[in-house]
């Protein structure tokens, strides 16, 4: 029998209704997954989904939300780390993220069932990620200014050492999402090798 959501706010109840809903994202792709078969997942109403999503796009984005913050979260506290150098904070960090992406690459593949498949426009995906995705980019871009401070880092511009990291990390999701490596942990030595080149020459 379905029962009602209580409390869906609380972070242990909505990861659990999102992680529910990602399995039928996965195993029906995007287009034919219906709001009730994630209603029918998580053993509640409709109705009761209805309370806290708009609709299947919006648990979709709720997702994604979710594994972007636990990313967020793990970072900004390394990055407030005094006990290491910047060089060493962005090494580490990609590090992290390269693991958080081996395990959410469900969510990868379902985002790419998205943007491959689906009639919705993935202009409306596009700005959600990037929405997302800023946060991260003032913590690198903080750690940057902090390593050009102190003279560790080489005076770059912020944006373009932005930039070549997020593309190093797009190149992973590429390698993990369309090749379907079982890693990606051995892209480590090529994200550190950039890295060490924004090094200051001593």
């Given at each position: ?19 529910s809903a990602l ?36 648990v979709f ?142």
């Amino acid at each position: 029998m379905s029962r009602t959501i209580e409390n869906i706010e609380s972070n242990e109840k909505l990861c659990g209704v999102l992680k529910s809903a990602l399995d039928v994202f996965e195993e029906e792709g995007f287009e034919n997954t219906t709001f009730q078969k994630i209603a029918d997942r998580v053993n509640v109403t409709r109705t009761s989904l209805y309370q806290y999503f708009k609709n299947k796009l919006d648990v979709f984005h709720h997702c994604i939300k979710i594994f972007l913050k636990d990313i967020e979260t793990t970072i900004t506290a390394l990055s407030a780390d005094a006990g290491i150098t910047s060089i060493e904070k962005l090494i580490r960090l990609m590090r992290i993220i390269l693991e958080c992406l081996e395990e959410n690459r469900r969510l990868l593949n379902v985002i790419l069932d998205f943007l491959t498949h689906s009639k919705i426009s993935s202009e409306e995906m596009n700005y959600h990620i990037r929405r997302r995705t800023i946060r991260l980019r003032h913590i690198f871009a903080g750690i940057i200014i902090d390593g050009m401070n102190s003279g560790e880092m080489r005076r770059l511009d912020i944006g373009t050492v932005g930039g070549i990291l997020f593309s190093l990390i797009q190149a992973a999701i590429f390698e993990l999402v369309i090749f379907k490596r079982e890693t990606i942990l051995w892209m480590m030595p090529l994200f550190e090798a950039n890295i060490r080149a924004f090094q200051t020459p001593k």
